[in-house]
């Protein structure tokens, strides 16, 4: 019902139409890279023939991810407004009852790291592999040359400044080096909104989760997910749901460690929890509807 709601928004409000096309199969539209058919989603597709989900009289934009951290954000992490357009995508803790923290209060670093280094049994996503995972690396020089590229690739999310005050878009000299990274503002629940790289010729900000998440990775280290499995990152993170800490020598950081939970944006209905609110005896109306709050199933 959510896949579907989400593709005929998009066939309404075509993001690609100079292709022809109304989306496409990678992380800009809710991944699935044109895996294959699965006996399961099948059915479930023609168990719910024709359902959408509503919110008013307009179609719900119904987005989802891998799994959650404990907590899922708003959509003011990708546009301010959308927390006014999309009221019922809201930051919220995923479990019911034996709540133990707020939205705001996830926002100070002191209280989301308890969080993020603590595990509530009662959190629908608590026993998968993906609610708490651990990424370190000694290459600091790796991330120097993705703030670069960054920088030049996406001017809106990417600024430096010389003196800490004005922002822009100018380059730093070459060499820098990095000597502190510091997050300087979480979103609700959590998230990672804007990180600032501190640097010998200047300072760097980098704005928006999915930025934030890609200039941190070295490209080879793999996460530790909290089962032990090991995960190839690749040039991502897999949330922006975490902490840092950091190594240091010689007015320099040396390496990072990052220790976080969830894999995906954190937006709407995290598909982990949905399958375990399943597996407790919730129906698909019931589970839309504590993801997407105030929306309606209709035909």
Known sequence: ISARTYAYHKM??????????????SAT???YNNIKENVNTTTAVKETRGQLLYAGNELAETYYYSTS??????????????????PYLQAKEMTIGNYTYTSEALQTEEEFQKFISNKNQY???????????????EKPENIAEKLKNRLE????????????????NQPLEEGFVITDIQIRKRGMGGTIEELLIITDRGNILVKNEYHIRAVLTDGETNAVLQNGDSYACGNLLPSAFFV????????QVTGIKVTGGGFGHGVGMSQNGAKNLANLGYGAKEILEFYYEG?????
Request: charged content about 20%; aromatic content about 16%; glycine content about 10%.
């Open 244 to 251: 840092i800490e950091l190594q240091k020598g010689e007015n």
């Open 153 to 168: 690739k996406y001017p809106n999310y990417v600024f430096t400044s010389v003196d800490g005050i004005s922002w822009g």
């Open 69 to 86: 951290c404990g907590f899922g954000t708003d959509a003011g992490i990708w546009n301010a407004n959308n927390i006014i357009t999309m």
């Open 29 to 31: 539209y809710q991944v």
């Open 295 to 299: 929306c309606e199933v209709r035909k």
């Open 12 to 25: 309404i409000h075509s993001g690609l139409s100079s292709y022809g096309a109304n989306l496409d199969d």
């Open 123 to 137: 959190h629908f996503e608590a026993e998968e592999s993906w609610y708490r995972w651990s990424y370190e690396h």
